[in-house]
């Protein structure tokens, strides 16, 4: 069983609209959390890290429920420049980070 | 600020051949990474270092081997090289050692990436 599960999408959604990735662990005892996005041919880059708490950043909110094993992203009011793949990233007690295969986000005019 | 450094940008090899993929921090990271990105598969470690003078294999180890020469460098060889090895790679590092794990803070940086064609 793969350690995070992601839909692949593709998302194409209009400008202006809310978009909302899921992505599932398969590990309790993963420790930390994160979404990543990866423009085409390019690195990933971090987005932002998933607290317990659930956390925002602009028009970024994401939400992590540990007891489904469940971490959310969702994007509102998304613009043009949003367009990506979005990449779930978890960690465990062996210090390694694992991806899920993204999930392709097209924000259309 | 470099950051993470990763050479070739670009490689095209024949099948049997060898080839070393070179990859360089200048943040002072502990841990460093070498991953594979293939479509529909998204990125697999192959090789991982937590410090300087260690190093563990990952999910896809191989056909690779890994030297991590000092604290600054992580090198992933090809000794002979594989239709199925065409893929993107990409070397990361991160700052936070196995007693820090669990901060939500880690953050991955990574190197432009190496296309590899193996033909």
């Known amino acids: 069983r793969k350690e995070v599960e992601q839909d692949p999408g593709p998302f194409n959604v209009p400008e202006g609209a809310t978009v909302a990735f899921n992505c599932t662990y398969s590990?309790?005892?993963?420790?930390?959390f994160f979404w990543y996005r990866q423009d085409c041919r390019k690195e990933p880059k971090l987005l932002m890290s998933?607290?317990?708490s659930g956390n925002e950043d602009g028009r970024f909110t994401a939400q992590l429920n540990r007891a489904s094993q469940y971490i959310s992203l969702l994007i509102r009011d998304s613009k043009l420049s949003d367009s990506a793949t979005y990449l779930c990233?978890?960690?465990?007690?062996?210090?390694?980070?694992?991806f899920g295969t993204g999930t392709s986000l097209t924000v259309i005019p | 600020n470099a950051g993470v450094t990763q050479t070739p940008k670009f490689q095209v090899l024949k099948t049997g051949q060898s080839m070393t993929l070179q990859c360089a921090q200048d943040?002072?990271?502990?841990?460093m990474y070498w991953y594979r990105q293939d479509p529909g598969m998204g990125l697999r470690l192959i090789y991982y270092?937590?410090?300087?003078?260690?190093?563990d294999k990952g999910e896809v180890p191989n056909g690779y081997n890994v030297s991590r020469l000092n604290k600054r460098e992580f090198s992933l060889r090809l000794e002979s090289a594989a239709p199925s090895q065409t893929s993107v790679y990409f070397c990361?590092?991160?700052?936070?050692?196995?007693?820090?794990?669990?901060?939500?803070?880690?953050?991955?940086?990574f190197g432009s990436g190496t296309q590899l064609s193996v033909l």
């Open positions: 990233v978890v960690t465990n007690t062996g210090n390694q980070f694992y």
């Open positions: 990361a590092s991160t700052n936070k050692t196995r007693a820090e794990l669990g901060a939500t803070n880690e953050k991955l940086f």
């Open positions: 590990n309790s005892a993963s420790q930390s």
């Open positions: 270092s937590a410090s300087e003078g260690t190093t």
């Open positions: 943040m002072n990271h502990n841990s």
């Open positions: 998933v607290y317990s």
